[in-house]
């Protein structure tokens, strides 16, 4: 006989699902609990993690910068790139971050680690994974350059006791006859690069004044390159051109006695006088960095220093 049912009440009917179903679907319901939240930790940790990447990068850049200036300046390397590291946040031994300074021929590596806390991937195993960055510069004394202007001077001149930033000296072209090189301390010579524009290296004027109009070389001039001092002259018109050039500085080649490039200096032009006077003027920048001068590979090694260096990152 069945039960009445009360007014105003559904009847009750039993349930036909199997306890052991309900069991799976709790844990079917517990593993996909497990992985949303590994999903949501992977997106949360993972930006979090290029954040922190993209942090690191700058600091292994800045230290690395901060290498190259003390490899230029004979300082100690590590010291430099840790202090600048540790100043952005990356002290190195702490909260497992590592700087490390690695120098080779004309370059310096730094490398930055540090592990990323997660946040939600720990629930799958993953309490934190490694954050690597590397930086390398280049250092050292520059075998090229761009944008040289077409004087030469002998390197003692750059050496000479009056060779003072900020004080005006003045240079003369060698003496009329086959001395096309110059020797002394104050003199000078026009010069037509072997690279620029296939013009042979014993030039005329008009292949030297195209150079001073263009505001040095459209080409790089490399420490192996050939150079040819211009023969002896008026050069009226070489004096004119550069005189509109007086208060810039360009980058110069140092030669030897024997008209070979030894390395770059940065001249600070500012007198230029033809006629009987036949003079230009200024002096040599010490120390500088110019964008213009690079290290090259196959673009001669050995170069001297003649106040300019070259720090720049390669990566």
């Given at each position: 006989m069945s039960r009445p049912t009360l007014p105003?009440?559904?009847?009750?009917?039993?349930?036909?699902?199997?306890?052991?179903?309900?069991?799976?679907?709790?844990?079917i319901f517990a593993l996909a609990?497990?992985?949303?939240?590994?999903?949501?930790?992977?997106?949360?940790?993972?930006?979090?993690?290029?954040?922190?990447?993209?942090?690191?990068?700058?600091?292994?850049?800045?230290?690395?910068?901060?290498?190259?200036?003390?490899s230029v300046n004979g300082l100690d390397v590590t010291a430099?790139?840790?202090?600048?590291?540790?100043?952005?946040?990356?002290?190195?031994?702490?909260?497992?971050?590592?700087?490390t300074v690695s120098v080779g021929s004309g370059s310096i590596t730094v490398d930055v680690s540090r592990p990323h806390r997660n946040y939600f991937s720990g629930v799958v195993g993953f309490a934190s994974w490694g954050v690597s960055?590397?930086?390398?510069?280049?250092?050292?004394?520059?075998?090229?350059?761009y944008?040289?202007?077409?004087?030469?001077?002998?390197?003692?001149?750059?050496?000479a006791a009056?060779?003072?930033?900020?004080?005006?000296?003045?240079?003369?072209?060698?003496?009329?006859?086959?001395?096309d090189v110059p020797t002394t301390e104050t003199s000078f010579n026009w010069t037509l690069f072997c690279t620029a524009s296939g013009n042979p290296c014993n030039g005329d004027s008009n292949g030297v004044k195209q150079i001073v109009d263009g505001n040095g070389t459209g080409t790089t001039i490399r420490l192996t390159d050939d150079i040819g001092p211009l023969n002896a002259g008026a050069h009226t018109d070489l004096f004119d051109a550069l005189a509109s050039k007086v208060g810039a500085s360009y980058p110069v080649s140092i030669v030897n006695d024997e008209g070979e490039i030894t390395g770059w200096a940065y001249f600070h032009l500012t007198g230029s006088v033809g006629g009987s006077t036949k003079k230009i003027s200024g002096?040599?920048?010490?120390?500088?960095?110019?964008?213009?001068?690079?290290?090259?590979?196959?673009?001669?090694?050995?170069?001297?220093?003649?106040?300019?260096?070259?720090?720049?990152?390669?990566?």
């Open positions: 105003g009440r559904m009847p009750v009917v039993p349930s036909s699902r199997p306890e052991s179903e309900r069991g799976q679907m709790l844990t609990m497990v992985a949303l939240i590994a999903m949501v930790g992977l997106i949360i940790d993972g930006g979090d993690t290029f954040l922190q990447r993209r942090d690191q990068q700058n600091v292994a850049d800045a230290a690395a910068m901060a290498a190259g200036y003390a430099a790139a840790q202090t600048v590291a540790a100043a952005n946040g990356y002290q190195d031994g702490q909260d497992g971050t590592t700087v960055t590397t930086a390398s510069v280049q250092a050292g004394i520059p075998n090229a350059a944008g040289v202007m077409p004087l030469i001077f002998n390197r003692v001149a750059f050496n009056n060779k003072i930033a900020g004080i005006s000296v003045s240079f003369s072209e060698p003496g009329i006859g086959t001395a002096w040599f920048e010490d120390p500088i960095e110019v964008s213009s001068m690079t290290i090259l590979p196959n673009a001669g090694v050995g170069a001297e220093a003649y106040g300019s260096y070259v720090v720049e990152l390669t990566n």
